[in-house]
């Protein structure tokens, strides 16, 4: 079989689990980044004889919506796919679930899938430095089991995972009073006298939204994914948006306990 290993990863860590797993199957698989926008306006086509690894990360408890269009072109015939969700430490609830079905209206059988975990992209303390060293374990083990059920069996049938269909609502944060904290129009801002003009924000963000001229400047949607503030080399981009922080803040106080990675085969 010929395996293809695609994944959407602003912070890397979706990345390194689908790479993990891929390479688990067979160390000559493709790969597929359409974390930057421009690799998101091509249609792509797997056959029977593909195997295809596909992860995203989980953003408010679904498969980020702005990827949705995108995934409805990636088309099988009578292809494998492993759907991966990567989540930080609260749930992926209906995420993996989601992004199977996108895939099995799409020609694809998945035949396994799986939920691992991330440190979250909005702070610097949940789930700080995952995926570890027992996380990559797991997605080890899951890439043999998949090696092993692709050597065993010559009739796939598609796999069960938790989540609901339809999908739930996406996830959304409350404040103090109970009241939604909306987010979606929060966007970074930047110390323009710590901002050197390297253009590291600028080819980071997966929505090309940050101005090439001014970098301060966010021009379009912002999804929160975080990269332009973890890479930035001074650390002039930040967050200040009250609702936002206080969801982050709550998060990582409630959040504490470790979840695990669990795997569908
Ligand atoms: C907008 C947004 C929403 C998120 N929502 C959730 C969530 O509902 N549950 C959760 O556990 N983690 C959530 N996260 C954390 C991400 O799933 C985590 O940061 C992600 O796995 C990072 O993937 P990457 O390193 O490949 O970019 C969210 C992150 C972002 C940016
Ligand atoms: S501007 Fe928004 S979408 Fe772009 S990298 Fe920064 S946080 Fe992500
Ligand atoms: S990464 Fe930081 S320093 Fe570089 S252009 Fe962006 S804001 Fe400026």
Do not use: W
Not at 18 to 28: F, H, L, S
Not at 142 to 167: A, M
């Amino acid at each position: 079989m010929n395996i293809t290993a695609m994944y959407f990863s602003p912070n890397g860590n979706t990345k390194k689990i689908v790479y993990t797993i891929a390479n688990k199957i067979d160390e000559n698989f493709k790969s597929i980044d359409f974390t930057p926008p421009e690799n998101r306006n091509n249609e792509y086509k797997f056959r029977s004889e593909d195997l295809l690894v596909i992860g995203v990360p989980v953003y408010a408890g679904r498969v980020p919506n702005i990827l949705i269009k995108f995934l409805d072109k990636i088309k099988g015939e009578n292809s494998i796919a492993v759907p991966v969700v990567v989540y930080g430490n609260r749930n992926y609830d209906d995420a993996l679930i989601e992004l199977k079905n996108i895939l099995e209206n799409n020609g694809f059988c998945a035949i396994a899938g799986g939920a691992f975990i991330a440190q979250h992209a909005f702070s610097k303390i949940l789930a700080k430095n995952r995926p570890d060293s027992e996380d990559l374990a797991k997605a080890k083990d899951f890439g043999k089991q998949i090696y092993d059920k692709l050597s065993t069996s010559h009739e796939f049938k598609s796999i069960k995972v938790n989540g609901f269909t339809p999908v739930r609502e996406y996830y959304k944060p409350r404040d103090r009073a109970g009241n939604f904290i909306n987010i979606l129009k929060v966007k970074p801002k930047t110390k323009a006298e710590m901002c050197n003009n390297c253009g590291i924000c600028v080819s980071a963000c997966p929505m090309g939204s940050i101005s090439k001229e001014n970098p301060s400047d966010i021009t379009g949607i912002c999804i929160k994914c975080c990269a332009c503030e973890k890479k930035c080399p001074t650390g002039a981009k930040y967050f200040d948006d009250e609702g936002y922080l206080y969801h982050k803040t709550e998060l990582e106080l409630e959040y504490t306990r470790r979840a695990e990675p669990e795997i569908f085969i």
